[in-house]
């Protein structure tokens, strides 16, 4: 597969990369690259048991976050995480040297030695619709993420966004729907009324151009992409500093691993002003 780039033109210029090249992902550090999508060629056979095994709920791991941590102190949490007995030693193994692969990716974009560490096996809910992720303030803003199994990740084309502030609008009021069907629910009434109202405004995407253009970001691929510095969360910032994405609301559930850096490597610190002086 070819690089391909989607680019919104104009001052606001923002692009994703579709790549089958994995070191294509470095270029995430890219003022204007909002995210890097690499989808392998072919994901390797061990993927299909561990997709199998996390779907029967066989294989779980229980939610993870490591918030500053090493390469070995990860490689450590990974051996006792990942349970003997569920998949083969060798499919186990398979497993862990790839999610250590994606510490050596994060590592080789930033030359970073401590990490931020989220994983996790759970079903998708209806809690989170489309999102921004976000960082500590002046904090690396590029992560990782993989999904190892599911329906793959949806996101929004920057050239699709009308605007962020718009985008925030659709966010914020989702929220709200969201926190007032907890309280229903903790008080024991009916939520559907309020399910319905979530659904229509996730169906309704005020925040794109063309609403019913979904891009997906297919299971197995690793995405390198812009999470925004917590300071400018809600703010009308350019598109290039937030990747907008949805993971699946249904279905069996999926194993992710999602990685950061909580801080500079001493001769990056330079990308720290860099970050957020838009
Ligand atoms: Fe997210």
């Not at 862990?96 to 096996?121: E, H, N, P, W």
């Not at 929220?175 to 024991?188: H, I, K, S, T």
């Not at 253009?213 to 690793?222: D, K």
């Not at 993971?247 to 957020?276: C, E, F, H, Y």
Request: contains cysteine; charged residues 25%; neutral net charge.
């Amino acid at each position: 597969m070819a690089t391909q780039r989607t680019t919104a033109g104009g001052a606001d210029a923002a692009t994703v990369i579709d790549t089958a090249d994995r070191s294509e992902l470095k270029l995430v550090i890219e003022e204007n690259v909002q995210a890097v999508i690499f989808t392998p060629p072919a994901l390797p056979g061990w993927f299909d048991e561990v997709a199998h095994s996390v779907e029967t709920g066989d294989f779980q791991i229980a939610r993870t976050v490591l918030p500053n941590a090493n390469y070995q102190e990860i490689e450590r949490t990974l051996e006792l995480r990942i349970s003997t007995g569920v998949l083969s030693a060798e499919v186990r193994e398979c497993l862990k040297q790839d999610m250590m692969a994606l510490v050596d990716d994060l590592r080789g974009i930033y030359g970073v030695s401590r990490f931020m560490l989220r994983c996790f096996t759970e079903a998708p809910t209806h809690d989170c619709g489309y999102h921004v992720d976000t960082v500590p303030p002046a904090a690396p803003t590029c992560g990782l993420l993989r999904v190892y199994n599911g329906q793959g990740t949806e996101y929004a084309d920057p050239r699709n966004v009308t605007s962020m502030l718009e985008f925030y609008r659709y966010l914020a009021h989702r929220e709200r729907l969201v926190r007032e069907r907890r309280e229903m629910q903790r008080a024991g009434h009916s939520s559907a009324a309020l399910d319905l109202e979530i659904d229509a405004l996730d169906k309704e995407r005020a925040f794109l151009t063309r609403p019913r253009e979904v891009n997906i970001a297919p299971a197995g691929a690793i995405i390198a992409f812009k999470h925004v510095d917590i300071r400018q969360h809600w703010a009308n910032h350019p598109k290039s500093q937030a990747w907008i994405h949805c993971s699946p609301m249904s279905g069996k559930a999926r194993l992710v691993v999602n990685l950061t850096a909580p801080g500079w490597a001493r001769s990056d610190r330079r990308q720290a002003t860099r970050g957020i002086s838009h």
